[in-house]
C-alpha cells in the first residue's frame, strides 16, 4: 500500500521567508504526484503535479516541487512566501495503474502560517 | 465554469440514524471520488466511479457505507446506523477523464457530526 509522509505538520514564517515543505512517499513503481492547498474557508485546489518528463514542475503562485525518484521525494518550494500563503498544504500520490482507478493518498498536512 | 458541488455543507445526526450525502460534478467529468477527512489529518479514499461503474470501493470503512452514480453524473454516499466515529469531512472530487495523472477537483464537503 501506498503511504506519503509530510515531515512538517506546523511551520511559520515571516513574510520573504523562503520554503521547503517535505514530501515522501513509499511506493515502489511509477507515481503521479500532487501537491493540494486549502486556504482558511476553501477546498482543496491543485497547486502543481508531477506525472512524467522534467522532475521540476512549477505550479501556480510561485511554487514549484521536485520529483527525486531516488529519495521518494516530492518536496514543495517557494522562494519569497506572502502573508496570503497561509494556508494547508497536502501531498498527495497515486500509483499508476493504466487505468486511473487508484484514489490519491494524501498526507496529513503541512498547516503554515505566514506571519506580516 | 461551475465546480464540484456538495450538499448539505453541514449536517448533525443523531447516532444511528441514516445519512445521505450528495455530489455535483463537474459536467462531463469521468472520473468521481469521495474522501473522508478526520479532524488534523489529510484526506483518505472511499470510493471511485468511472461513470456509472464503481470501479474501487476498497476504502469503504465498512459494510454501512454505500455509494451510487446510476446516472454517471450525480453521486450520492449513504451512510447506514451512523456511528461517532463517522464524524468527519466527506468530500468528493471528479475528474475529467479516466487517467490517473489528471487533476481532480474538490468540492467544499459536507462536515459530518453525530452525536
Known amino acids: 500500500a501506498q503511504s506519503v509522509s509530510q515531515h512538517n505538520h506546523h511551520v511559520i514564517l515571516s513574510e520573504a521567508a523562503s520554503l521547503e515543505l517535505g514530501c515522501n512517499y513509499s511506493?515502489?513503481?511509477?507515481?503521479?504526484l500532487f501537491w493540494y492547498v486549502q486556504y482558511p474557508g476553501q477546498h482543496l485546489q491543485l497547486l502543481l503535479k508531477?506525472?512524467?518528463?522534467?522532475?521540476l514542475v512549477k505550479g501556480i503562485k510561485g511554487f514549484e516541487a521536485e520529483f527525486i525518484k531516488s529519495k521518494f521525494s516530492f518536496n514543495l518550494r517557494k522562494p519569497s512566501v506572502q502573508w496570503s500563503d497561509t494556508a494547508e498544504y497536502f501531498c498527495?500520490?497515486?500509483?499508476?495503474?493504466?487505468?486511473?482507478?487508484?484514489?490519491?493518498?494524501f498526507g496529513k498536512g503541512t498547516h503554515l502560517i505566514i506571519q506580516p | 465554469g461551475a465546480g464540484v458541488s456538495q450538499s448539505p455543507r453541514y449536517k448533525v445526526a443523531k447516532r444511528g440514524q441514516d445519512v445521505a450525502l450528495r455530489c455535483d460534478p463537474i459536467?462531463?467529468?469521468?472520473?468521481l471520488f469521495w474522501y473522508q477527512q478526520a479532524l488534523g489529518q489529510g484526506p483518505e479514499f472511499l470510493t471511485y466511479?468511472?461513470?456509472?461503474?464503481?470501479?474501487?470501493k476498497s476504502g469503504l470503512p465498512s459494510d454501512r457505507f454505500f455509494a451510487e452514480r446510476p446516472e454517471g453524473s450525480v453521486s450520492t454516499l449513504k451512510i447506514q446506523r451512523t456511528q461517532q466515529e463517522d464524524s468527519a469531512v466527506y468530500l468528493c472530487?471528479?475528474?475529467?477523464?479516466?487517467?490517473?495523472?489528471?487533476?481532480?477537483?474538490f468540492g467544499p464537503g459536507t462536515r459530518l457530526t453525530v452525536l
Open positions: 466511479f468511472q461513470n456509472e461503474a464503481q470501479l474501487d
Open positions: 459536467s462531463g467529468h469521468v472520473s
Open positions: 508531477y506525472f512524467s518528463g522534467d522532475p
Open positions: 472530487a471528479s475528474r475529467r477523464t479516466g487517467g490517473g495523472a489528471d487533476t481532480q477537483y
Open positions: 511506493y515502489g513503481g511509477t507515481v503521479n
Open positions: 498527495a500520490v497515486n500509483a499508476y495503474s493504466g487505468g486511473g482507478a487508484d484514489g490519491l493518498t
